[in-house]
């Protein structure tokens, strides 16, 4: 073989506790590499239409405009916010982490006049602030992120969207790391438009970012005056794609993670939503009780920690890179860095998807009682282990 001919991907096996992408299943990657079709094959269409359906089931929602908009979170984002939007168009962003930022960047991107509606990174956003915010603005549109990655804060979103709707304004959510991980009721909780990722709770590979629409966004993109600013994205082409008689022709879908995305969604619905969340918060509250039992505690407030987040204020003088180092080369485990504000004072453990696991919860106390050691710490030896277990065994 010629020498400048790099090797073949062999990637390291990793533990993915970060921010995502989280663990996948096997079914997945077989999904993934199974036989590429047309993407209007029969075949296929059958799938996407499987595919919409088990989305519908996961939002918990009837609505029809649910698709697997061909991206990552961010193009769900986008996708969401210039849909919706116009130029000129007043929007109110609730921005408590970067995620939030990004909404924010992203309206004004779309010609939007945004208001922001600031909390600290960690908190969460009040609905009474909101409700004076958007009484004042009277927005078209207002976005808030329902799971922060950025900083572990679990958004309650019912009152929030009780104060959207008290101005008939359209209520955007962010719920990349959220959905399958999380309770997310679209209709029960009034939503108008929502995206996630594939990446996060539903344990697939980035590339798709599933979005739905209600009918009352459905009815704001029927009657917009202005042409939608991105073609790739144009909701009004790209659901003549997804859905009725014409199936037209937009862009070539990526087949096989569509195949990916339909097996996590198969896996999802045979766990149960319900169960899978119970899973999420039990792993959770073990991982809580091991670091307490460390001396390690959490950057968000109770009741607003994210199960599938785990925001771990770093203790003083310990060094987070050589931590978080020594985590990835010895143990092979990834946990992500602190961003925006909070780089250098948290570490982000993610517990989302196939990832929330008893195996993994006690995998990474173990070896952050080594890394914590090599710091010069001396935390007590097998306690993060064992508060952990005394968690799944109900004695803390
Ligand atoms: C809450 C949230 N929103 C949006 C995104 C953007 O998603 P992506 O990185 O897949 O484009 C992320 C990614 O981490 C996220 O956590």
Redesign the pocket.
């Known amino acids: 073989m010629s020498a400048s001919v790099p090797a073949a991907v062999c990637p390291p096996k990793r533990i993915l506790l970060g921010?995502?992408p989280s663990e996948i299943a096997p079914r997945v990657l077989a999904a993934l590499a199974a036989p590429t079709v047309g993407h209007l094959d029969p075949y296929f269409l059958r799938i996407m239409d499987e595919t919409q359906q088990m989305l519908r089931d996961v939002f918990r929602t009837q609505n029809a405009l649910t698709i697997a908009v061909s991206g990552?979170?961010?193009a769900g984002?986008e996708t969401c916010l210039v849909n919706l939007l116009e130029p000129g168009d007043r929007a109110v962003v609730c921005v408590n982490g970067v995620?939030g930022t990004?909404m924010a960047d992203v309206a004004a991107r779309c010609g939007a006049e945004v208001t922001t509606l600031e909390r600290p990174f960690g908190e969460v956003i009040p609905a009474d602030e909101l409700q004076a915010v958007v009484r004042k603005v009277r927005p078209k549109v207002v976005g808030i992120?329902h799971?922060?990655?950025s900083t572990g804060a679990w958004q309650p979103l019912e009152e929030i969207s009780a104060a959207v709707r008290e101005v008939d304004a359209l209520l955007v959510v962010?719920c990349?790391?959220s959905l399958g991980g999380l309770p997310v009721e679209i209709d029960g909780w009034g939503i108008d438009a929502a995206y996630s990722?594939t990446?996060k709770c539903l344990s697939c590979p980035?590339g798709l970012a599933p979005v739905t629409f209600g009918p009352r966004a459905v009815e704001a993109l029927d009657r917009r005056k202005t042409k939608v600013r991105s073609w790739y994205l144009d909701l009004q082409m790209v659901r003549n794609y997804w859905s009725g008689q014409s199936r037209a022709y937009h862009h070539t879908a990526p087949i096989n993670m569509n195949f990916a995305l339909h097996e996590a969604l198969r896996i999802v619905l045979e766990e149960g939503l319900d169960a899978r969340f119970e899973r999420h918060q039990r792993n959770h509250r073990a991982l809580k009780a091991g670091l307490a039992a460390m001396g390690l505690s959490y950057a968000v407030q109770e009741p607003f920690q994210l199960p599938t987040l785990n925001a771990v204020i770093i203790p003083e003088g310990v060094d987070d890179k050589a931590v978080r180092g020594q985590l990835l080369n010895e143990f092979g485990i990834e946990i992500g860095a602190g961003l925006g504000p909070m780089a250098g004072k948290v570490w982000r453990i993610g517990l989302m998807g196939e990832a929330s696991s008893p195996r993994n919860v006690l995998l990474v106390l173990a070896a952050l009682e080594a890394c914590l050691k090599a710091q010069g710490r001396s935390p007590q030896a097998g306690a993060g282990v064992a508060g952990a277990i005394a968690s799944y065994d109900g004695r803390a």
């Open positions: 921010p995502g990552t979170g961010s984002m995620f990004r992120v799971a922060e990655t962010d990349v790391t990722g990446q980035p």
